[in-house]
């Protein structure tokens, strides 16, 4: 591997003798990981990630594509070292009511905050490059779980909510030194000027969302690079600009991750993963705001009652299913407000529970409500497919089913959801999103 000689130079002084197992250990295959969903009972062959109990460490490289149960959110791909934001969620605010993932594409750090975060939580996934948001709202929508909404918003827009977040997580878009084992193309784009210019963006986007912190609120700052730049120095900025709190990490005797004056870092040659700098800290700070906004249901929302669909929800949470232009959309009742009004200053790409599309007469239940925890499945019609019949249908190709099972057909593939067909007897219409469907010639 081939790094950039003023990359060296700059790693030497920060690593000192550790450097040479360092520029190993960049020569070595990267692990793969994954975290597991709580949807069905599921233990992939390979080693637990000592920082995350619902995180694995696989023995080979699977082809992802090709595994229905991929597609159903059983499972995420996530490097391993991100998934320390599960100690600090755990430790720090496992009760937050409104916590916000500001960076959040593809999914990995909000997929893992729904798990660690209490049911009570609602979740905002935002994305400020909208051909990545929707991406983000496709891994969410397979994770399943009801209180996320996905939003496609520049930072300063969430200051405008007043101290809205009890917590706010920023995996701040970085240098990406810490990726060059995965991502070679990080080597060739790598400079010492990009490096200045992404602790200044750094700081720049975590003194705009600052606002929307409240007082005494949790802020997790995050990249997957090595510079002190990046890292320290920024979080040392945020303490003496912002006012903030510098907080540890109970490391729970993990020696291979290692403490600095200013957060923790993962180093490919001390720790199985990739390159990843996390801090919290704590917002001690008061600020004034010009505008409070209401929260408040707008004018002229159309309200519908849950008994005029034939598909039901779990009953351990009360709902609340809103007419939004013929797409039927259910709320959990006590985030209602919050969700309303966020729907009111956010450009939002997914909000709520999407359970169907009304077409005339027709009531077309959505892949969103066939991938999500909140179904009861046994009151709908489904079918249990083999692999061949479950990829097919993730091709969104023409599959065939008996014909004593006509209508929207919810299809399962070892149990697990994947979505809708229409049967309607000589031929089933296959409702998988298109922008979905498998491309890979399998």
């Known amino acids: 591997m081939m790094l950039p000689n003023?990359?060296?130079?700059?790693?030497?002084?920060?690593?000192?003798?550790?450097?040479?197992?360092?520029?190993?250990?960049?020569?070595?295959?990267?692990?793969?990981?994954?975290?597991?969903?709580?949807?069905?009972?599921?233990?992939?062959?390979?080693?637990?990630?000592?920082?995350?109990?619902?995180?694995?460490?696989?023995?080979?490289?699977?082809?992802?594509?090709?595994?229905?149960?991929?597609?159903?959110?059983?499972?995420?791909?996530?490097e391993a070292s991100s998934m320390f934001l599960s100690q600090a969620v755990k430790q720090y605010f496992p009760d937050a009511g409104t916590v916000l993932d500001l960076c959040a594409a593809?999914?990995?750090?909000?997929?893992?905050?729904?798990?660690?975060?209490?049911?009570?939580?609602?979740?905002?996934?935002?994305?400020?490059?909208?051909?990545?948001?929707?991406?983000?709202?496709?891994?969410?929508s397979k994770w399943g779980n009801p209180g996320v909404l996905v939003s496609n918003n520049e930072p300063e827009v969430f200051s405008k909510l007043g101290n809205f977040f009890d917590a706010i997580v920023v995996d701040a878009p970085c240098s990406g030194e810490g990726m060059f084992r995965k991502d070679p193309g990080a080597i060739n784009e790598w400079s010492e000027n990009n490096v200045i210019l992404c602790a200044d963006r750094q700081r720049k986007i975590v003194g705009e969302v600052w606002d929307a912190l409240k007082q005494d609120g949790i802020l997790v700052y995050s990249t997957c690079t090595y510079n002190r730049e990046e890292n320290e120095d920024n979080v040392e900025w945020i303490c003496n600009e912002l006012g903030a709190e510098l907080l540890k990490i109970d490391l729970n005797g993990i020696n291979d991750i290692t403490e600095t004056d200013f957060g923790y870092r993962f180093y490919p040659h001390r720790t199985r993963g990739e390159g990843f700098f996390l801090s919290v800290l704590r917002k001690n700070s008061s600020t004034v705001y010009s505008k409070q906004y209401k929260q408040?249901?707008?004018?002229?929302?159309?309200?519908?009652?849950?008994?005029?669909?034939?598909?039901?929800?779990?009953?351990?949470?009360?709902?609340?299913?809103?007419?939004?232009?013929?797409f039927i959309r259910?709320?959990?009742?006590?985030?209602?407000?919050?969700?309303?009004?966020?729907?009111?200053?956010?450009?939002?790409?997914?909000?709520?529970?999407?359970?169907?599309?009304?077409k005339g007469k027709d009531i077309i239940?959505?892949?969103?409500?066939?991938?999500?925890?909140?179904?009861?499945?046994?009151?709908?019609?489904?079918?249990?497919?083999?692999?061949?019949?479950?990829?097919?249908?993730?091709?969104?190709?023409?599959?065939?089913?008996?014909?004593?099972?006509?209508?929207?057909?919810?299809?399962?593939?070892?149990?697990?959801?994947?979505?809708?067909?229409?049967?309607?007897?000589?031929?089933?219409?296959?409702l998988y999103p298109n922008n979905w469907r498998i491309r890979m010639n399998l």
């Open 6 to 78: 003023r990359f060296v130079e700059r790693t030497k002084i920060l690593l000192k003798d550790d450097y040479p197992a360092f520029e190993n250990a960049l020569e070595q295959a990267p692990p793969t990981s994954i975290r597991v969903n709580d949807k069905m009972d599921y233990k992939p062959e390979g080693e637990k990630i000592p920082w995350c109990e619902k995180g694995y460490y696989l023995n080979e490289r699977p082809l992802f594509t090709a595994d229905p149960l991929f597609h159903a959110g059983v499972y995420y791909v996530q």
């Open 106 to 140: 593809p999914g990995g750090k909000s997929t893992l905050l729904t798990q660690y975060l209490n049911d009570d939580c609602l979740l905002v996934s935002n994305e400020i490059i909208r051909s990545r948001a929707y991406i983000l709202a496709e891994n969410i």
């Open 296 to 326: 408040d249901i707008k004018k002229g929302t159309t309200f519908v009652n849950q008994s005029e669909f034939p598909f039901q929800l779990s009953k351990s949470k009360e709902w609340t299913f809103i007419n939004d232009n013929n």
């Open 330 to 358: 259910a709320y959990e009742s006590d985030k209602l407000n919050k969700f309303m009004l966020l729907n009111k200053y956010l450009k939002c790409i997914e909000s709520g529970l999407l359970i169907a599309e009304i």
């Open 365 to 430: 239940p959505t892949t969103q409500l066939a991938l999500s925890k909140m179904l009861i499945g046994e009151n709908v019609e489904s079918a249990d497919v083999d692999y061949d019949t479950a990829i097919a249908y993730l091709k969104k190709e023409a599959i065939s089913l008996p014909e004593n099972k006509r209508g929207y057909v919810l299809i399962k593939y070892k149990n697990q959801p994947l979505g809708w067909v229409k049967n309607i007897g000589n031929r089933c219409n296959n």
